[in-house]
């Protein structure tokens, strides 16, 4: 028996470990959003210094284990053979559900999850305890299960929510109020006391929520933070006012920049200090459970886990270890940029692509904040409303020397109002010993700030809000599945043992890889060379040289799309059709994606090259109807083989397959001469232009006289009208395309474009 709880020990072991990568890999979000949208530093430094920080926390942590001990539930309650049921099922549930939320891009909250894990997991066995003992009813519960806590933890969630956004948003407002888009040129004082203010929440933060635990700080000085603080936040903030006030005057270094690093490294620590505990809490209280039991001699179905009541110290090199796998999760954890992702498009101040789909629910919300806003504008006076509207212009990006999309997604105002506001409302609720998820605080203050600052316009606050209802009913959709699986897990322990445990670890590991495999596969997708560039050309012609990369690949895809639906038909084969649908989908989308970037590239066009924006839009319009022609032969393939309709004659197939070989000469020679630049032989494909329409039109003369004699299926000529005409359509699009390039170009004039200055950073995220 004793071998199988050292190989339930080995198994919370690795569990531990990925558990360590796939918890960072979701809560990176609470200390590199703000760092990350503002482009403050280098991606580089921002991980060095996140690095120090949670390096630093993982050493403080030791003492902060006891809500895996005792937190949840009554360990006196339990033997050691049901203990350490409850801490395995609760490990490898956590696991997959912290790696479902990090594979969809959704931050959701560690802290919660363990805890409705453990609740789950005790729930069940305790239930179990109670069916098999003839003394005991359902109404024993209680005794088992600690309820405050979880009640107190559900109430964390609720205010934390309400509050960091209100919170967020109130403060956003009066900074920008104070200090405007133009900060840089306020006076030094405006940015002294902003930074006095924001460097002392921060630092005290560190030092209430971060370090104060640790083992190598003395008790003197852990007395002296807990007994003086508004002597330690006054002294602070007249001493940081004046640093940063020299800082300002008298050397080159951005203030803004300074606190946002400052506030980088807190939330580092903290979370490392503290959320530690989510990941290797466990394990560490089963071994634990697993010495004292060992060291007793009883049977583990008789050996009560009271002493797991007691207080234990970590040991430091276990917290080393954890330290340095959350390090190297950081730096090498792509899923971790996809969780800060979302986090900072939902807080971008300008346009992105949108990634939720608006619902009732927040156009319901848009609309009645909109209504709330015009009634609150015509309470104030009219000289209040200009001064608000001139804080909250923003000046005009430069978009002559930058990029758009290498613009950053909010400015260092912002950025250092998140950090600020995070950390002192973290600060708060710990020294009330209130239980609150710094994942919540961190998301929603920074959709409050984003609020404030207008960053959720018009057009885009019906998708910004269904994000944030996304996430948050992500948030209470992981209490609930995280107590349900976790009791389930515990159920099949329970009965199943070592069998059980061998088939539910092969089960994580199957799905942990099947989960690495999709998420690598669509990063691929949206890295891979097929995709479309935004054009960033000021003139014609070098519109006509940016751009000829993208016809390439338009013509390239559009030849294989139109031949993957001949041949679906002609060998009724609904997988490729299938397949079809979604690569045309794909390719419709980037285009799309293009059209919405024209507001842009009109911005930036020099006045005496307008005329490239007109080149610009017809192209797009054209790409626009090859690829509608392509998506309804597409569609329409599928559909008939879907509905298992008629199959089409030979003879129809073989005309079909006529037209597509002559196309697809037509295709390769137009992708050979933009591929080379060589737009003059778009000449030589304009030259067929005549011969291959001409050849469409007989086939459809054909087919008009085979249904007048023998065709004998609607459903057949349907199809077959619409493949030629489409055909046709497509034909005329793409031959409207290569005339407006042929007659365009101009081989004498050099092209004018922005020149590339991509800051350090940018490049090094990338």
Known sequence: MENLYIYMLVALAFLAIADLVVGVSNDAVNFLNSAIGSKAVSFKTIIIVASLGVALGAMSSSGMMEVARKGIFNPGEFVFDEIMIIFMAVMITDILLLDFFNTLGLPTS?????????????????????????????????????????????????????????????????????LSFRFESKPAWFGAVFSGVAVTSILYFILIKGIKNATFMSGDFKALIANNPLELIAISFIIFTVISYIVINFTKHNIYTIIIIIGTFALAVAFAGNDLVN????????????????ASGELASQYSMKRLSEAV??????????????????????????????????????????????????????????????????????????????????????????????LPAFDLVRAAVNLMVAS????????????????YVTFMVAMGTSLADRAWGSESAVYRVAGVLNVIGGWFFTALSAFVAAAIMALILYYGRGYALTGLLVLAMVLLIKNYLSHRKKSKVQKEADSLQKAESS???????ESASNISNVIKRGNKIYTSAINGLATQNLKLLKKNKKNIEKLSTEIDDLRDNIFYFIKNLEEPSVSASNFYINILGYLQDMTQSLDYISNVSYKHINNNHKKLKFSQIKELKEIDEVMETMFNDTKTAFDANSFQDIGLVLNDKK?????????????????????????NTTLYFSLLLETKDLLTATMNLLEEYHSAHDSNVEPATIPDVTQTDIKEEE
């Open 313 to 406: 110290q970590t040991q430091p090199y276990l917290l080393l270890v954890a330290g340095l796998i959350m390090v190297l999760t950081l730096w090498f954890s792509s899923k971790a940029k996809a969780v800060v992702k979302t986090s900072v498009d939902l807080s971008r101040q300008d346009n992105v692509k949108e990634r939720f789909e608006p619902n009732f629910l927040s156009r319901g919300i848009v609309r009645i904040s909109m209504l709330a806003s015009e009634g609150f504008n015509q309470m104030l006076p009219k000289s209040s409303k200009a001064y608000i509207e001139k804080q909250f212009q923003e000046p005009e990006p430069n978009l002559a020397i930058t990029k758009t999309e290498d």
């Open 110 to 178: 560690t802290t919660v999850s363990i805890v409705f894990e453990l609740l789950g997991a005790s729930v069940c066995v305790a239930a179990l305890k109670i069916y098999s003992s003839e003394s005991q009813s359902i109404l024993d519960l209680g005794k088992y299960i600690n309820n405050e806590k979880a009640i107190e933890i559900i109430l964390g969630i609720l205010l934390s929510v309400v509050i960091a956004f209100t919170v967020g948003a109130i403060i956003q407002f009066f900074s920008r109020l104070l």
């Open 279 to 294: 990941f290797i809490g466990v394990p560490i209280a089963a071994y634990n459970a697993f010495t004292d039991w060992a």
């Open 691 to 715: 011969k291959v329409l001409q050849m469409v039109t007989e086939k459809i003369q054909k087919q008009v006289e085979r249904t007048r004699t023998e065709e004998s299926s609607p459903k």
């Open 539 to 545: 003139s014609i012609q070098g519109v006509i040289l």
């Open 424 to 439: 002192v409302l973290i600060s708060i609720a710990t020294s009330m010993k209130l239980p609150l998820s710094t994942t």
